[in-house]
C-alpha cells in the first residue's frame, strides 16, 4: 500500500484562474508567471492549463528548457535575465526571452552571436532595490540594447515591492513612468496583487503568479472573495486514533496536553512533505469534511489532530490539510507565512495527481 498522502492539482482551476486575470486586466497580453516549477504545481499540469496565456514566466534555464521539451511553442520569457553567458547561447537555442537588469548581461549579449533575435525585457528599479536600473542608466541601456542585432524588441519592465497594499504602487509607478517617457516598447509591471487591486498598473502585459494557483496576493482579502480557485488540495487520512485522558500528551516534547479525556487523530503528512514544521496547535485542518485543528508539534511524517468535533472519524478518515476546504492561506497565516511558501514547499516525495 503506498501513503495516502497525495497533492491533487486541478487543471481547471488554474484555466479558471488565469481567465480571470485576462478578464481583469482585458485586452493586455498575459505571462503566466510558472517559476518553482509553477509553484510546486507541475509544469506539465501549468502548459495543460496555461494554453490560452501569451507567454509563460520564470527564472530557471533547465525548466525552460524543459518547457520546449514538453511541447510550448510560445514565448518564454527569463525574469531573472542571463546568469552567465552560457544562458544566451541556451536562449538562442532554443528562443527564450531575457529580462536584462545589469550591465554584465548587456556586454553578453552584446558578445553573443546572434542566430536569432531575442525578445529583452529591460528591467527598472522602482523602489524593490533588488533588480533593475535607475533611470538614467535604464534610458542609456534601453539605447544600447535598441541598437544591438541580437535584440529583437526590447519591454519596458519593473515590478512592485508593495502592490499588496492599497496605495503601494503609486510611488513606483510615477517613477516608472517618469523613466520610461517617450521610450519604444510594452510596459510589463503587474504582478498578481496589482492585476487585482492596481487597474492604473496593468501597463501593456500583466504576469501573474499567486493568482493562477488559488492564493491570495493579499494578508485580508480571501482568494475565495477575488473569485479565484485553489488549485491545489494536499489530502491524506487517518493512520491512527488515540484516546488522550485529561494530562496525557501528543507528539514531541509533549507540547500538546489534554485537559480533559480526548480524541486524537494521526494524519500521515509532515514537515517532510512541506508541511510546516511552524504550524502550531490550532492550524485549521479537515476531517471527513469537517473542520478541526492541530495539535501539538508537527513531525517528520505524522501530524495530530483534534478529533472531538469529529467522533465519526476513524483510522482511514479523509483529512485535507489544505484545499478546498480549508484554504492554503488560513494555513500559511497560522503558521506565519504566505500561501506561496507552502505551494513552493511541497515536497518530492509527495505523490501528484491530476483532477479536472
Ligand atoms: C514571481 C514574479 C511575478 C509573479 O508574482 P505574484 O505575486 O506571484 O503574482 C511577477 N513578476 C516577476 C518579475 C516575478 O518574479
Not at 496593468?202 to 480557485?229: C, K, Q, T
Not at 496525557?248 to 496536553?257: E, I, L, P, Q
Not at 500559511?332 to 515536497?347: F, H, R
Request: net charge neutral; glycine share 8%; charged share 20%.
Amino acid at each position: 500500500m503506498s501513503r495516502p498522502l497525495v497533492a491533487r492539482i486541478s487543471v481547471s482551476a488554474l484555466h479558471h484562474n488565469l481567465a480571470l486575470a485576462r478578464r481583469v486586466a482585458a485586452g493586455r497580453r498575459a505571462w503566466a508567471v510558472v517559476k518553482a516549477r509553477a509553484y510546486g504545481h507541475g509544469l506539465e499540469h501549468a502548459i495543460a492549463a496555461f494554453a490560452d496565456a501569451d507567454g509563460l514566466a520564470l527564472v530557471e534555464f533547465d525548466l525552460a528548457v524543459r518547457l520546449r521539451e514538453l511541447g510550448w511553442r510560445k514565448p518564454i520569457m527569463m525574469l531573472e535575465g542571463a546568469f552567465e553567458p552560457a544562458d544566451v547561447a541556451c536562449a538562442l537555442e532554443h528562443d527564450l526571452s531575457l529580462t536584462v537588469h545589469d550591465a554584465s548581461q548587456v556586454s553578453w549579449l552584446a558578445e553573443a552571436q546572434p542566430r536569432r533575435r531575442l525578445a529583452i525585457a529591460l528591467k527598472f528599479n522602482s523602489g524593490m532595490n533588488r533588480l533593475g536600473f535607475g533611470a538614467a542608466a535604464f534610458r542609456a541601456f534601453h539605447a544600447q540594447l535598441a541598437a544591438m542585432p541580437i535584440c529583437g524588441s526590447v519591454s519596458l519592465m519593473t515590478h512592485f515591492a508593495n502592490a499588496d497594499l492599497d496605495d503601494g504602487v503609486a510611488p513606483a509607478l510615477d517613477a516608472f513612468d517618469t523613466a520610461v517617457q517617450g521610450l519604444a516598447g510594452a510596459r510589463s509591471l503587474a504582478n498578481s496583487a496589482a492585476i487585482l487591486a492596481h487597474p492604473r498598473a496593468h501597463g501593456d502585459e500583466i504576469r501573474p503568479g499567486i493568482m493562477l494557483y488559488g492564493s491570495s496576493p493579499f494578508a485580508h482579502r480571501n482568494a475565495r472573495e477575488l473569485g479565484l480557485r485553489p488549485a491545489m488540495a494536499l489530502d491524506s487520512r487517518l493512520i491512527a486514533v488515540q484516546m488522550l485522558d485529561a494530562g496525557d500528551a501528543v507528539g514531541y516534547g509533549s507540547a500538546y496536553v489534554a485537559r480533559a479525556p480526548m480524541r486524537v487523530g494521526i494524519v500521515a503528512c509532515g514537515y517532510a512533505d512541506g508541511y510546516p514544521r511552524h504550524a502550531p496547535t490550532g492550524t485549521p485542518v479537515s476531517v471527513a469534511g469537517r473542520r478541526t485543528c492541530t495539535v501539538g508539534r508537527v513531525s517528520m511524517d505524522m501530524i495530530a489532530v483534534d478529533l472531538t468535533a469529529v467522533p465519526e472519524a476513524q483510522v482511514g478518515s479523509d483529512v485535507q490539510l489544505w484545499g478546498e476546504e480549508v484554504s492554503i492561506d488560513e494555513v500559511a497565516t497560522a503558521a506565519g507565512t504566505i500561501g506561496y511558501e507552502l505551494m513552493c514547499a511541497l515536497a518530492p516525495r509527495v505523490r501528484v495527481e491530476s483532477v479536472r
